[in-house]
């Protein structure tokens, strides 16, 4: 290990300090990856935060349209205290400036380079080299999230390029937000817009989702590659779609379970989450009422908006609700396509004409 955790300091933030105990408790494996997270924290609001702060460089003028803030920027650091961190984090055999500067830029050639001269693991090296760019690069979240435009609809972060983290769904409406794990910087993203190339047609967007989402109460299948997907949700790869299986209802029944995890993660939370109940309540309604009327798949989005007009004006927060409930199902509908693709060989519409020029 690279650091030593007895010298690491903590973050005064209580909120911070609670979440990263439920970390601990949860995940007792990532007891030295949290040890970093709490001393790059500590560092980012706490003991450099200022110095930090006065780092931040101005974005150039000529920067092009779609490039980041840090666009070729230039931090003037004070080689003393920066040093001083990075040794604190990632040991003094290591080069502490030229660590910083590796990190920032994602360099991982770089780093592989440092971390064979200073004689330490590479991936070890890689991580805590990540951390120790976190105070500089929040401090840059800081000073350019105002100047955030609301037209920035890349997948990358509009501060220090990196790709988001996390997606999150904010507010009763559930807004797409996409954040970044190295500044902190959140930006809005359409919600049929893949992250990663930019699709928007829904027909060309799919997403992958676990077996253990809902019985196999198909055919064994031919082949190998369309029986199992890959036990991780990843929502925004692209895929192409064909005609589509489930009902409106399973998925709403999927939903359901998913939402009473949500609900429990909710009321562990200090702060007010009340809105937040008020939405997931509605919702829950509506997906009960979906599964017992059973609405066929081309008729589900008719169903939905009829429960919205019953529901007379003042109905938007169960409009909002519908509107991400509909959304839900078509990427699961779009899933089932994206599977069944995988299920018949992965065809190409090159195939058959490939065959018949022979
Ligand atoms: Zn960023």
Known sequence: MLWSPAKLRRPRNVDVQQRVAEARRDHPEAEAWLELLEAALAESENEGKAAWDAVVPAAPADRPANAPFLFRAQFAVNRRAAGSWVHRIAGREVDALALLEAAVCQDDTRLETLASSAGADPEAL???????????????????????????????????????TLAESIGLERKRQLRCGRCGTAWALPPLRCVFCGEVAHDQLGYLAPDARRPDHRAPRRGGVGARLPAARTSGLCARGTAGVSRPSEICRELLSALAASEGRRKRRKRDTT??????????????????ADPAPEAFEEWLQQQCLAAGPGEGGLRAMALSIFEEWRLAHEADAFRDWLARGAPSDDAPRAEAER
């Open 126 to 164: 890689r991580v805590t080299a990540q951390m120790t760019a976190v105070p500089l690069l929040q401090a840059c979240g800081r000073a350019f999230a105002a100047q955030v435009a609301p037209t920035w609809w890349e997948g990358y972060c509009p501060v220090c390029g990196a790709w988001p």
């Open 275 to 292: 809105p937040d109940a008020i939405g997931l309540a509605m919702k829950e309604d509506l997906l009960e009422r979906a599964i017992v």
